[in-house]
C-alpha cells in the first residue's frame, strides 16, 4: 500500500508561518514513487502510462510526472495546451473529452491525439485527418466507481460511445480513411477492482469490429486507501489481470495490443495535504455536536461535500505550548456559509454528520488534512464567498519548501469583472 504523506506538527507549522493558511502541500518524494509504480506496470505487448492531468494540473506536477516519462490524459483542449505550456510534447498528450472546445484543430495539427468520445467527435476529428489516427472512447455497458457520481460508464453515463455504436464508428472511419488505432474506456473512479477486470474483457470484445486497433487503453480509477479502512487498488494484480487479457486476446486473434492506463487520483491523491487553521469551536448543546471550524473548506476541498468523501484530519497546537484539548467526538466544518461545507460527513454520504474523535483544538491551532493531492485544489468551489484560493506547496526530497503557486490577492477574486 501507498504511504500517505501527512505533514507532521512541526511542518505543518512551517508551512503555516511561512505560505499562511489554508495552503495545499504536496511531496515531491511521494509523487516519483507513485509515478514509478505506474510506470512498472507490466504489460506483455508495451505500456504507455499517462497521468490523468485533471486532477492535478499544477506545472510542478506535471513538469515531474513528464522527467519521470509519463505521458498524460486532458479532459478538455484548455487541459491539454495546459500540459503542452507545462513543456510536454505534444505527442505525448491525449485528449478524452465530453467537448472539443477551442484549439483542437491546432492541438490535431501539432500532433496531440484525441480519442473520440461519440460519432459526431469522430467525424470532427476524422476530417482533420489526424497523423496518427483516431482512439474511440467506448462505453462498455457497466461502470465501477466508487459512487454514482464517479461511476461513468453503463446506461446512466453519457461518457464514451454506446457499444451498440461500435459498428456504425468503423463504417465512419472507414468513409474517412482513417485508421481507428486505440480503443478506449474508463469506467469510473475507486470502483471494485474486480469489475475493473471483467469490464476490460468486455472493450476488448469489441475489438473485433475495429481492426486497426493496435493499443487498448484501460483508463484509471484505481483505488486509493486516503484513510484507514479503505481498501487500495492492488496494480500488481490488475497488471497480471490485464495482462492475462491481453495474452488471451493474442492468442485468438494474433494481434499483440498495446496496453494504456491513465491513472489520476492513484498517481497524486496520497501526494498532497491541505495545512488549515482552527477559527473556531462551536456547541449545539449537551444533545447535540461540538463543531470545529477551520479555515479550509469547500473552497479548497469539495469531496468530502460532493461525494462524502473521507479524508484523514488531525489538529496540531498552533504553537507547541499549549497542547490540544482530550479527545472527543468533532465534526469539522469549513468556512463557507453552507451547512454542506463539513469536512467529515457520513461515509459515502454527503447528508450525514461523520464524528471523529479527536483531541479537542482551540482556535489558533491548525489543522491537517491529508489525501488532498486529487481533485482538490483542480476541483474546489474556488472563490465562493469571496475568498482567494489558496496557495501550492511543493516539499522537496530534502524537506526544503517551494511555493508552486501563489495564494490569490483579494483583487483576484473579482479583477476580470468588467462593469
Ligand atoms: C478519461 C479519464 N481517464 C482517467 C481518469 C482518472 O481517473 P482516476 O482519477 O480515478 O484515476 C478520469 C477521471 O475522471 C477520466 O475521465
Same mark, same amino acid.
Given at each position: 500500500m501507498q504511504a500517505r504523506f501527512f505533514p507532521d506538527a512541526p511542518l505543518a507549522r512551517d508551512v503555516a508561518a511561512r505560505f499562511g493558511t489554508p495552503c495545499y502541500v504536496y511531496d515531491a518524494a511521494h509523487l516519483d514513487r507513485a509515478a514509478d509504480a505506474v510506470l512498472s506496470f507490466a504489460a506483455p505487448f508495451g505500456l504507455t502510462a499517462r497521468f490523468a492531468a485533471k486532477a492535478?494540473?499544477?506545472?510542478?506536477?506535471?513538469?515531474?510526472?513528464?522527467?519521470?516519462?509519463?505521458?498524460?490524459d486532458a479532459s478538455t483542449t484548455f487541459e491539454a495546451e495546459r500540459v503542452i505550456r507545462a513543456g510536454v510534447e505534444p505527442s505525448r498528450v491525449q485528449v478524452t473529452a465530453q467537448m472539443l472546445g477551442e484549439g483542437i484543430e491546432r492541438l490535431v495539427a501539432a500532433g496531440v491525439r484525441v480519442t473520440a468520445c461519440s460519432l459526431a467527435q469522430l467525424e470532427r476529428i476524422a476530417a482533420l485527418r489526424p497523423a496518427c489516427g483516431v482512439g474511440l472512447r467506448i462505453n462498455p455497458g457497466a461502470g465501477s466507481g466508487a459512487n454514482n457520481r464517479t461511476q461513468v460508464a453503463g446506461r446512466d453515463a453519457s461518457f464514451g460511445l454506446w457499444h451498440e455504436q461500435v459498428s456504425d464508428a468503423a463504417a465512419i472511419a472507414r468513409r474517412h480513411g482513417i485508421a481507428i488505432r486505440w480503443a478506449h474506456h474508463h469506467v469510473g473512479s475507486g470502483g471494485d477492482p474486480a469489475k475493473w477486470a471483467a469490464i476490460a474483457a468486455t472493450t476488448l470484445s469489441f475489438l473485433d469490429r475495429l481492426p486497426d486497433?493496435?493499443?487498448?487503453n484501460l483508463g484509471g480509477g484505481f483505488k486509493v486507501a486516503r484513510i484507514d479502512g479503505e481498501k487500495e487498488t492492488d496494480l500488481a494484480a490488475a497488471a497480471a489481470e490485464a495482462a492475462g487479457l491481453l495474452r488471451a486476446f493474442a492468442e485468438r486473434t494474433g494481434r499483440r495490443l498495446r496496453l494504456e492506463v491513465e491513472p489520476g487520483t492513484w498517481l497524486v491523491a496520497n501526494a498532497g495535504a491541505i495545512?488549515?487553521?482552527?477559527?473556531?469551536?462551536?456547541?449545539?448543546?449537551?444533545?447535540?455536536h461540538v463543531f470545529v471550524?477551520?479555515?479550509? *473548506?469547500? =473552497?479548497?476541498?469539495?469531496?468530502?461535500?460532493?461525494? %462524502? &468523501?473521507?479524508? !484523514?484530519? *488531525?489538529? =496540531?497546537?498552533?504553537?507547541?505550548?499549549?497542547?490540544? %484539548? &482530550?479527545?472527543? !467526538?468533532?465534526?469539522?466544518?469549513?468556512?463557507?456559509?453552507?451547512?454542506?461545507?463539513?469536512?467529515?460527513?457520513?461515509?459515502?454520504?454527503?447528508?450525514?454528520l461523520g464524528h471523529r474523535t479527536l483531541p479537542l483544538p482551540a482556535p489558533g491551532d491548525l489543522c491537517v488534512i491529508g489525501g488532498a493531492g486529487a481533485y482538490c485544489a483542480a476541483m474546489a468551489a474556488r472563490n465562493y464567498n469571496s475568498i482567494p484560493a489558496a496557495p501550492e506547496v511543493m516539499q522537496a526530497a530534502d524537506g526544503s519548501l517551494a511555493l508552486v503557486r501563489r495564494r490569490q490577492t483579494f483583487e483576484d477574486v473579482f479583477r476580470d469583472e468588467s462593469c
Open positions: 492535478n494540473p499544477n506545472r510542478a506536477v506535471l513538469r515531474r510526472f513528464a522527467a519521470k516519462g509519463l505521458h498524460f486497433v493496435d493499443t487498448v495545512v488549515a487553521r482552527v477559527v473556531d469551536v462551536v456547541s449545539t448543546g449537551r444533545d447535540g471550524k477551520i479555515d479550509a *473548506g469547500m =473552497a479548497e476541498i469539495l469531496r468530502p461535500s460532493l461525494y %462524502g &468523501a473521507q479524508h !484523514p484530519i *488531525g489538529f =496540531a497546537a498552533a504553537d507547541g505550548a499549549r497542547p490540544l %484539548g &482530550a479527545p472527543q !467526538p468533532l465534526l469539522v466544518v469549513g468556512p463557507c456559509c453552507e451547512s454542506g461545507d463539513l469536512l467529515t460527513p457520513a461515509p459515502g454520504d454527503p447528508e450525514g
